[in-house]
């Protein structure tokens, strides 16, 4: 068997690294089962029936996002609030955006579903725009923040890029809970908007971001090993 000499700066280096990589792969697993139990959790919610979404601002957002909810009330539509988004064809247009006076008392942030961009005007899909007591069934949302390279929202020109519901709400002059409400499939008259525009995507790749850090722990600890054992052979009369 050959020796084993450990050097000073070599193990100065190695070690630490080792123990740092082997504690991000122990946080990638935690993660791994908190992304898991939130997969789980999203999935239940909304595959449970809809269910009535109470009144007033002070809406727990944890507790309510990503579950089927209905509404019942009318719709304010020359308030409407034109989002940019694309289809997964990479279609361009928007999400219509409109808030809901509920019958029940206060107003709901409703997102109808996509124009393409030809139909942004209200008045080029006048059949859409459904007069009356309406009941919306929905998924309920968060906002989200402004990416990197995201413009800023043009309220002025009706122009948002980013769902900053605070603002929507304040643009549309009316006091809302900080939830979007993603309308189902139903078609509305006309064809337009289109709903049914809910997408729930997470990512859960920390399987491989841990055995990515403990793969790499593992190989730096082995060329270490090597290492200090080719010096001690070499050492050897």
């Known amino acids: 068997m050959l020796g084993f000499r450990p050097t000073f700066w070599p193990t100065l280096m190695a070690v630490p690294a080792v123990l740092f990589m082997l504690g991000l792969g122990v946080w990638q697993v935690q993660r791994l089962h908190w992304k898991e139990q939130l997969i789980a959790t999203i999935d239940q919610r909304i595959a449970a029936p809809p269910v009535a979404l109470p009144t007033g601002d002070s809406l727990d957002v944890d507790a309510w996002v990503y579950r089927r909810v209905k509404v019942t009330g009318q719709f304010l539509h020359e308030r409407e609030i034109h989002l940019l988004a694309y289809t997964e064809r990479g279609n361009l247009g928007y999400h219509v955006i409109t808030p809901l006076a509920r019958q029940d008392g206060?107003?709901?942030?409703?997102?109808?579903?996509?124009?393409?961009?030809?139909?942004?005007?209200?008045?080029?899909?006048?059949?859409?725009?459904?007069?009356?007591?309406?009941?919306?069934?929905?998924?309920?949302?968060?906002?989200?923040?402004?990416?990197?390279?995201?413009?800023?929202?043009?309220?002025?020109?009706?122009?948002?890029?980013y769902g900053d519901l605070a603002a929507m709400a304040a643009s549309a002059k009316v006091s809302a809970p900080p939830i979007l409400l993603e309308a189902g499939a139903a078609a509305n008259p006309g064809g337009f908007p289109i709903g049914g525009q809910t997408q729930v995507t997470l990512p859960n790749?920390?399987?491989?971001?841990?055995?990515?850090?403990?793969?790499?722990?593992?190989?730096?600890?082995?060329?270490?090993?090597?290492?200090?054992?080719?010096?001690?052979?070499?050492?050897?009369?």
């Not at 007069?131 to 402004?146: D, H, L, N």
């Not at 850090?213 to 050897?236: D, Q």
């Open 106 to 161: 206060g107003y709901v942030l409703v997102d109808r579903g996509w124009v393409p961009t030809d139909k942004a005007d209200p008045a080029s899909r006048a059949a859409g725009q459904v007069a009356g007591t309406v009941t919306i069934e929905g998924v309920v949302r968060r906002g989200w923040a402004q990416g990197w390279f995201v413009p800023d929202n043009n309220v002025a020109r009706n122009q948002w890029f």
């Open 205 to 237: 790749n920390h399987l491989q971001y841990a055995i990515t850090w403990f793969g790499m722990a593992l190989a730096l600890a082995v060329i270490y090993v090597v290492y200090h054992r080719n010096l001690a052979a070499e050492a050897k009369p």
